[in-house]
């Protein structure tokens, strides 16, 4: 069975440090793969999505990246962390969007 | 484009009581319909969804959905909740070319003993 893992669970990072997120997924091949975000008192917000390795999609404009290195890996990066980044983020996979999403389990970015 | 609305942002309910938690969307083309449920500090974990067929949708822990095309909803249902069903719930679209995946807002539910 398909599996994803995201880490770390928490981060505490002071403002205009550098951030790296992972995400991995196990048990299938040649995933899509996203980053959302959610921030207090608002919804989810897609972030970037990647359809195979080195191809990356931004949906908004703002401070962090995306990379996929390998075929099941996605990084969320940041040169300089701002307050604004401080949030909730979910990495998710799909074989097609008409069947929804896997997320992993989140990771609380609290940027001080 | 989609569009989803959930009108109630907060929902309190108490133990052993049923609730419905509304879901309306827009579109323009056919639509696949979905309901996740997030727990505090948790990933979204999907419940239910709709693609075609039976417009009555079963999913876990006794939720069900219905789809109605004529009032353009996907009203989420449990006849009985439990404090432990107490958490976020979004509402969700995609559109039948998988182009475009909309959120809705989400609905947070309370259960009360």
């Known amino acids: 069975s398909q599996t994803i893992h995201q880490w770390p669970a928490t981060l505490v990072q002071p403002v205009g440090s550098p951030l790296s997120l992972e995400c991995t997924v196990e048990?299938?091949?040649?995933?899509?793969l996203y980053w959302y975000r959610q921030a207090a008192g608002r919804g989810l917000q897609l972030l970037f999505y990647s359809i195979g390795i080195g191809q990356i999609s931004s949906e908004v404009p703002q401070n962090l990246s995306a990379s996929r290195p390998q075929d099941r890996q996605f990084i969320l990066s940041s040169k300089k962390l701002l307050l604004s980044d401080s949030g909730f983020y979910l990495c998710?996979?799909?074989?097609?969007?008409?069947?929804?999403?896997?997320f992993g389990s989140g990771t609380r970015l609290t940027v001080v | 484009a989609q569009s989803v609305t959930q009108l109630d942002s907060q929902v309190p309910v108490f133990e052993e009581a049923p609730v419905e938690l509304r879901c309306n969307y827009s579109s323009s083309v056919s639509v696949y319909l979905f309901w996740y449920v997030q727990y505090p500090n948790q990933g979204l974990q999907l419940l239910l969804k709709y693609l075609s067929g039976s417009t009555l949708v079963k999913g876990i822990n006794g939720f069900e959905a219905e789809f109605n095309k004529s009032q353009t909803s996907f009203h989420l249902r449990k006849p009985s909740v439990h404090i432990s069903d107490t958490a976020e719930y979004f509402c969700a679209v995609s559109d039948n070319y998988g182009q475009n995946f909309v959120f809705g807002p989400g609905t947070r539910l309370s259960v009360l003993p």
């Open positions: 998710a996979w799909n074989r097609d969007r008409i069947y929804g999403y896997t």
């Open positions: 048990g299938t091949s040649n995933p899509n």
